[in-house]
Each structure stands twice: as structure tokens, then as C-alpha cells.
């Protein structure tokens, strides 16, 4: 499976980006694709998460009301980032998970950064 992962830039406070994740590879067909980012210093966390029916959706705190996670095809998920903040700086990952009666999978693409200053 791999995920490819763009949209990623420098951006000033209050501004928007989109990141898209397209995942090849997979013949999964219950899954969940989301956003994870990871700031220096700090763990990996959630932001995002959609279900592969793209009914159901999960957002971290901090996000909720200013980030989006859509799809516009079964393996393609977007993530639309309005007021940005200084601390969504970080690298953002995507990921597609699995969890079967016998086994979790967790798949990852290679990140991209986002870095919002003035």
C-alpha cells in the first residue's frame, strides 16, 4: 500500500491550505484514512479521521471548526485547513488503517510539512 501525500507549504496566520492523500495498493475495503501531525518535540497526534463508508468522521479539539476531511473517491481524502494557526505547524502525515479479526494494519505516507508564520 502506498500513500502519496501533497499540498503542504508555508502559509501566514489565518490563511488555508489543502492536503490530498491518494492511497494505491490497497484491496481493503473497510478502513479508515485520516490526517496525523507530528510538531518537534512533540507525539504524533490525530487530526482527522474518515471512515471508508465516508459517513463517519472524527476531528481532534483543536481543529474542530477550522479543518475539513473530505473525499472525493473511496482511496483519495483531502484535507481543507482554514485559520491556521502557528501552532498547526508540524508535518502531517496520512494514514490508512486496518483492523481485521486477526490483525491491525497501519499504513503511512511520507509526510508533508506545514509551517504556519508571518
Known amino acids: 500500500v502506498q500513500l502519496v501525500e501533497s499540498g503542504g507549504g508555508l502559509v501566514q496566520p489565518g490563511g488555508s491550505l489543502r492536503l490530498s492523500c491518494a492511497a494505491s495498493?490497497?484491496?481493503?475495503?473497510?478502513?479508515?484514512m485520516g490526517w496525523y501531525r507530528q510538531a518537534p518535540g512533540k507525539q504524533r497526534e490525530l487530526v482527522a479521521s474518515?471512515?471508508?463508508?465516508?459517513?463517519?468522521t472524527n476531528y481532534a479539539d483543536s481543529v474542530k471548526g477550522r479543518f475539513t476531511i473530505s473525499r472525493d473517491s473511496p482511496k483519495t481524502v483531502h484535507l481543507q485547513m482554514n485559520g491556521l494557526k502557528p501552532e498547526d505547524t508540524a508535518v502531517y502525515f496520512c494514514?490508512?488503517?486496518?483492523?481485521?479479526?486477526?490483525?491491525?494494519?497501519?499504513?503511512w505516507g511520507q509526510g508533508t510539512q506545514v509551517t504556519v508564520s508571518s
Open positions: 495498493g490497497s484491496t481493503f475495503s473497510i478502513y479508515t
Open positions: 494514514n490508512l488503517h486496518v483492523t481485521t479479526t486477526s490483525r491491525i494494519y497501519d499504513y
Open positions: 474518515m471512515t471508508s463508508g465516508g459517513i463517519s
